[in-house]
């Protein structure tokens, strides 16, 4: 197994805190990912975000046949997968790099074309969980939240560098928060802010009580809302999708999974506009405009996890499937 790296982009209460040695979790959706590619040829499947590893391992287990290069930003995330998926050999290279340089990794990885791509978006219980790297309103840490530690951007500049409009588009477009311009107040208001534990408490005191009693922590859609904002989740994912596509081989598939609203819509967008082409032709009319489809949807409806899974894997609750099939362009 080899594993590069391009260079690219790129308090706590121990009695709570659990252990982050570990960089494992259940993949979501793990059988329905590994029916997606059942029925590709030899061929190397990209793991856009390698994460722990446990759907490339799945998918190498089934598919004797497919290979794996498999991407991620975050480092300790790097070296657990590697670890994990050493015993299938020169069958996996690993790379460290963001999912919008995907071209950058096949030329490392000596890939020129791919059999299939997937995307499992958004941040992994590992990462949750890891009181150290400042994503949980949980745990009292430093504000960080980067899946790249090399990234000289984190959490504590968005919260303490953004204007007061610049938090409320944040607070509102990323996390769907409705009191997202008292909660930019409020953290304007108590700058400068250094733990994670502050800024939940700020938050929480600016949403009004009778809502906090419902839907969970008050924290939680602010939290997501910030990290998506410091890792460019949402700016990077269609270059990332159409790179994708365009280095699939006919007959190769995507697949993405995504929990967020804001990362559906952007999948669903580029997808449709690879399966028409871009076409602005009335619908029902023959096409004149020129524009080629490069892919076919494989379901019109987002798959959804079995009630069984979310039973015992609640990450898996918000979870929606997309997959596209690329097709040959018109001679």
Known sequence: MKSSNTGKDNQVNEAEAPQSAAFHHLPVMAAEIVAVFAELTNGVVLDATLGGGGHAEMLLEAHPHLNVVGIDRDQSALAAATARLSRFGDRVQTVHCRFDHLRDAMKTANVATLSGALFDLGVSSPQLDRVERGFSYRYDSPLDMRMDLT?????????????????????FEYGDERFAPRIARAIISHRPIESTSELA?????????????????????????????????????????DAAIAATAVGGRIAVLSYHSGEDRIVKERFRAAETGGCECPTGLPCVCGAVRTVRLVRRVPKTPSAAEVATNRRAASARLRVVERIAAPV
């Open 201 to 241: 408490d700020i938050i929480v005191t600016a949403i009004p009580a009778a809502v906090r009693r419902t839907g969970g922590h008050p924290a939680k859609r602010s939290f997501q809302a910030i990290r998506i904002a410091v890792n460019h989740e949402l700016e990077i994912l269609p270059a990332a999708i």
């Open 151 to 171: 990234e000289p951007w984190s959490a504590v500049d968005v919260v303490n560098g953004y204007t007061e409009q610049e938090l409320t588009r944040v607070l």
